[in-house]
């Protein structure tokens, strides 16, 4: 019954039917997306895949949407993957009406899915990979993936993301804050949104300092001025897109970021299966007579041998995402 299920599911999303695409996604978001992968998964790699990530109220959303209507203007049609904070009750999605999105909702060349981030520390969805995966085997052009703004911990975007745009408001206390993160690191475009605030280039000029500290390897991060209600700036910031892309290409680091999106596909798709064993494990048979470290050897030797070494080495400090700047003066040492 399953098999019939999925080939009438395959048949829809064959046909570039929007329900195929949406049910294909729900297929993938109850765990039932293995067969679907694989039967889908020749298909995959030609999408534009762009990240979109910053702290809250930067204006995401606006951006997502000013972008999504600068695609289009050129033919090409477009994915958007919203993942939006989780409901701590039910789980689901807290902002998945998408409000500033409206006006792409009756464009039947714009498919838009909110998911809920479900408590994931990295901004994304656990089956924002897969959504990512089915809207590219689909055949749409450009998916634009927008996380939820939790600062500091939207750092796995760069894996997931073929050109990943971090967006900063001026007059926002965080704005250095956020800089000094590690966002350095993932950024391929800065993005200075609502420009017409008369912080904005005080913020472009904190930037470019940041920047001037750091020798690139490769690509230079750009930076763009943008006001996403009207529309200004975001024509630069679609060039700056386009001229990662031609980068990745030209330079070969295009395969690398394949290799980034597939790592962090099985990555996840690994934990979520041993987050479900361990809460498995955990429940009802916590030994408290044990310490925590005790009781957690205890528990991974259910797993297979267990070496306390790799417990310490995988909590050592660990380099940056990226390696290609580094601090001048500092050789040696990643940014």
Same mark, same amino acid.
């Given at each position: 019954?399953?098999?019939?299920g ?10 570039r039917r929007?329900?195929?695409?949406a049910?294909? &996604?729900s297929?993938a ?9 694989a ?9 534009m ?9 930067v204006?995401?959303s606006?951006?997502?949407?000013a972008?999504?209507k ?7 049609t477009?994915?958007? &993957? ?7 009750f039910?789980?689901?999605?807290l902002?998945?009406?998408r409000?500033?999105l ?12 909110s998911?809920?981030?479900r ?9 924002t990979?897969d ?5 590219d085997?689909?055949?749409?052009d450009?998916?634009l ?12 975007i ?6 990943t745009l971090v967006?900063l408001?001026p007059g926002?206390?965080d704005s ?6 590690g &966002?350095m690191? &993932?950024?391929?475009?800065?993005v200075?949104?609502?420009?017409d605030h008369?912080?904005?280039n ?5 930037i470019?300092?940041?920047m ?7 690509w ?8 996403a ?12 897109i386009?001229?990662h ?6 330079s ?9 999106a597939?790592?962090h ?11 479900m064993?361990?809460?498995?494990r955990?429940?009802?048979?916590v ?19 267990f070496d306390a070494?790799e ?5 050592a400090p660990?380099p ?8 001048r003066g ?6």
């Amino acid at each position: 019954m399953a098999n019939l299920g999925l080939d009438a599911l395959l048949r829809e999303f064959d046909d570039r039917r929007p329900r195929g695409l949406a049910r294909a &996604i729900s297929w993938a978001e109850s765990g039932r997306g293995a067969e679907l992968i694989a039967r889908l998964y020749p298909r995959i790699g030609r999408a534009m895949t762009i990240g979109l990530t910053g702290p809250p109220g930067v204006g995401k959303s606006t951006l997502s949407s000013a972008l999504v209507k600068k695609a289009r203007s050129l033919g090409k049609t477009v994915g958007v &993957i919203s993942v939006d904070p989780s409901s701590p009750f039910s789980h689901g999605a807290l902002l998945g009406d998408r409000i500033r999105l409206t006006e792409h909702f009756v464009d039947p060349d714009v498919f838009i899915r909110s998911m809920a981030s479900r408590g994931h520390l990295g901004g994304l969805s656990g089956a924002t990979a897969d959504a990512v995966m089915l809207m590219d085997a689909f055949g749409l052009d450009v998916v634009l993936i927008e996380t939820v703004g939790v600062g500091q911990s939207e750092i796995e975007i760069a894996e997931l993301a073929r050109t990943t745009l971090v967006a900063l408001q001026p007059g926002s206390g965080d704005s250095i804050q956020v800089l000094k993160a590690g &966002i350095m690191e &993932i950024a391929d475009v800065f993005v200075v949104n609502k420009a017409d605030h008369p912080m904005a280039n005080q913020l472009r000029r904190e930037i470019r300092s940041m920047m001037e500290m750091l020798s690139f390897t490769g690509w230079v991060p750009e930076l763009a001025m943008t006001q996403a209600v009207t529309g200004d700036g975001i024509d630069d910031l679609w060039k700056a897109i386009e001229s990662h892309v031609v980068y990745l290409h030209e330079s070969g680091e295009i395969e690398r970021k394949r290799r980034e999106a597939f790592a962090h596909h099985v990555r996840q798709l690994a934990l979520g299966r041993l987050q479900m064993q361990l809460d498995r494990r955990l429940a009802g048979n916590v030994r408290i007579d044990l310490d925590p470290y005790a009781a957690t050897d205890e528990l991974l030797a259910h797993f297979g041998s267990f070496d306390a070494s790799e417990h310490l080495e995988a909590h050592a400090p660990t380099p940056a995402l990226r390696p290609r700047a580094v601090v001048r003066g500092l050789t040696g040492h990643d940014a």
